[in-house]
């Protein structure tokens, strides 16, 4: 039983480019998040699943897209990396109890 | 939307109690979490309490509710040095379905 897995757990990228972020769970919850955690700023929400099938925006969505692929995995995908989304990223999912996975540091330069 | 209102710092000597606050608006949240994070790691999930608690107990932590004040406690007994981290408070459910919300972290700094 893995919990919350992410990948990659370390990334560097050049302005501009894309990437996506991996998250998968093996716990069959529903809810899944993804959060970005900056110094000072605690946890912010970027976007939520509440369901298979359903996203919504969560604090900060802007420069991020989000895809619920099936009930296991929720990717966060930067179209055009900007150095504003150097942070640390988490995924989380829910069914009552709330699990995180390890986190990806990224660094846009 | 919810709001979740934390302290920034506590500060104990080690072999005391700490208290850690939570404050909140949506009074509707179902679940209550506590969280902590140790510095470069990820989140651990502490405990949680249903809104239909008033008090969680587990080992040297015990969770306090009060619903009329919209009020959430972390106490930690016999406070040590390993438990210097971030704890965040973090609440779901209610009129935000599906969305878990965070406070913005009090750092413990607990002194030998």
């Known amino acids: 039983n893995a919990g919350v897995t992410q990948t990659p757990k370390f990334q560097v990228l050049k302005t501009g480019q894309s990437m996506t972020l991996q998250c998968a769970q093996d716990?069959?919850?529903?809810?899944m998040y993804w959060y970005r955690q900056d110094p000072g700023m605690g946890l912010r929400l970027i976007y939520y699943s509440a369901s298979e099938g359903t996203t919504d925006k969560g604090e900060v969505p802007n420069g991020y897209n989000v895809s619920r692929l099936n009930k296991r995995e929720f990717s966060l995908r930067l179209e055009s990396a900007a150095p504003s989304q150097t942070s640390v990223y988490f995924c989380?999912?829910?069914?009552?109890?709330?699990?995180f996975g390890q986190g990806t540091r990224l660094t846009v330069v | 939307g919810e709001d979740v209102e934390q302290s920034l710092f506590l500060s104990v000597r080690e072999g005391d109690s700490s208290v850690i606050n939570c404050t909140y608006t949506d009074s509707s949240s179902t679940y209550l979490y506590w969280y902590k994070q140790e510095p470069g790691a990820g989140l651990q999930l502490l405990t949680y309490i249903f809104s239909n608690m008033d008090m969680k107990q587990d080992q040297r932590l015990t969770v306090l509710l009060n619903k009329k004040d919209k009020h959430l406690s972390l106490r930690i007994a016999d406070t040590q040095t390993g438990d210097s981290a971030i704890y965040f408070c973090?609440?779901?459910?209610?009129?935000?379905?599906?969305?878990?919300?965070f406070g913005q972290g009090t750092i413990l700094t607990v002194h030998p």
């Open positions: 973090a609440l779901a459910g209610g009129t935000s379905y599906g969305k878990l919300t």
């Open positions: 989380a999912s829910t069914l009552g109890e709330a699990f």
């Open positions: 716990m069959n919850h529903n809810s």
